[in-house]
């Protein structure tokens, strides 16, 4: 059994009870761990709300990870709230509309701006804010996508944001190794939630994956909870840098 007692997560990303990020919250809650949930915004704060009474210890704040300000309040908070942390989970993303809908070509200087800003940047700033508060050491994970690798229609300017943030990981974890802070990547497949909801054709996209992967299923959130559990746990003492694929095989097919 994963033993997460007495350690304490800060995650970022839950939007709604489909989000990864609340999957990932659910696992690390029975795991033991202590839970601070981040929402991006006043309008999520209520959804965010909604959701803690099911968690054993958790808290919420609010934080969008494109403003340096807000993240610095927030991880002051944190270590009033804390004094330290153990785990930090970014799931986030966001390219703006017109980058996922129209030709890649057509990508708007300002729209792969905030698609890596929001996408990838982050994980460097939150990184660098949980650092200081992660005196026994750590383990920090994000959220990726296959689209990094290989071109999936639409997915456009996310797909480099993605293999920015995988090289950020890996960048990351040799910073911060000699603190004893992980760093990795879960390479999740497609699951429908609001984020994938914006997407036309995710049912083919499903489908695909049904018909060609290893498993012939999709795989479910909390699947992707469980691995992030172990990622975050002592038992992933030694993994660092790492993207690890939880797609039910997808990734290694040829045709
Ligand atoms: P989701 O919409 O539930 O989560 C995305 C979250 O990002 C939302 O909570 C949103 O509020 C947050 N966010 C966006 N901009 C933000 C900002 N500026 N500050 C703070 N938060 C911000 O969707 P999800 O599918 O759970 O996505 C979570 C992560 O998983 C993303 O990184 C996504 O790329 C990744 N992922 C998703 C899938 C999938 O098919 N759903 C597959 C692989 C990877
Ligand atoms: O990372 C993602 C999607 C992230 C995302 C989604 C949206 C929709 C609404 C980022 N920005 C926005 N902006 C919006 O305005 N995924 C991994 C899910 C996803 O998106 C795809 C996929 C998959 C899987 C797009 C095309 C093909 C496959």
């Given at each position: 059994m994963i033993d997460l007692k007495g350690k304490t997560a800060?995650?970022?990303?839950?939007?709604?009870?489909?989000?990864?990020?609340?999957?990932?919250?659910?696992?690390?809650?029975?795991?033991?761990?202590?839970?601070?949930?981040?929402?991006?915004?006043?309008r999520l704060k209520k959804e965010a709300d909604s959701l803690l009474p099911e968690l054993r210890d958790a808290k919420s704040f609010q934080c969008d990870v494109s403003v340096d300000g807000e993240i610095d309040a927030t991880f002051?908070?944190?270590?009033?709230a804390y004094g330290k942390l153990d785990i930090v989970v970014h799931s986030v993303a966001f390219a703006p509309a017109d980058a996922i809908k129209n030709d890649f070509l057509l990508t708007a200087r300002e729209d792969f701006r905030i698609a890596l800003d929001v996408s990838a940047y982050s994980l460097v700033?939150?990184?660098r804010a949980a650092a200081?508060?992660?005196?026994?050491?750590?383990?920090?994970?994000?959220?990726?996508?296959?689209?990094?690798?290989?071109?999936?229609?639409?997915?456009?300017?996310?797909?480099?944001?993605?293999?920015?943030?995988?090289?950020?990981?890996?960048?990351?974890?040799?910073s911060l190794g000699p603190k004893n802070i992980r760093v990795n990547a879960i390479s999740a497949?497609?699951?429908?939630?609001?984020?994938?909801?914006?997407?036309?054709?995710?049912?083919?996209?499903?489908?695909?994956v049904t018909e060609r992967a290893p498993l012939h299923r999709n795989v479910e959130?909390?699947?992707?909870?469980?691995?992030a559990a172990f990622l975050l746990s002592p038992l992933a003492s030694g993994i660092t840098g790492e993207v690890t694929y939880?797609?039910?095989g997808y990734n290694v097919t040829g045709m």
């Open positions: 800060v995650i970022f990303g839950l939007a709604n009870k489909r989000s990864i990020a609340w999957a990932i919250a659910q696992k690390l809650n029975e795991a033991g761990a202590s839970l601070a949930i981040c929402y991006q915004n006043e002051l908070a944190l270590k009033h700033a939150v990184s200081p508060l992660m005196a026994e050491g750590g383990s920090i994970l994000t959220l990726t996508y296959y689209g990094s690798e290989k071109v999936f229609p639409n997915y456009n300017v996310m797909g480099v944001a993605k293999a920015a943030l995988e090289a950020t990981v890996r960048y990351l974890a040799a497949g497609p699951i429908k939630t609001l984020a994938a909801r914006g997407i036309g054709d995710f049912n083919k996209i499903l489908d695909t959130a909390l699947e992707v909870g469980n691995t939880v797609d039910c």
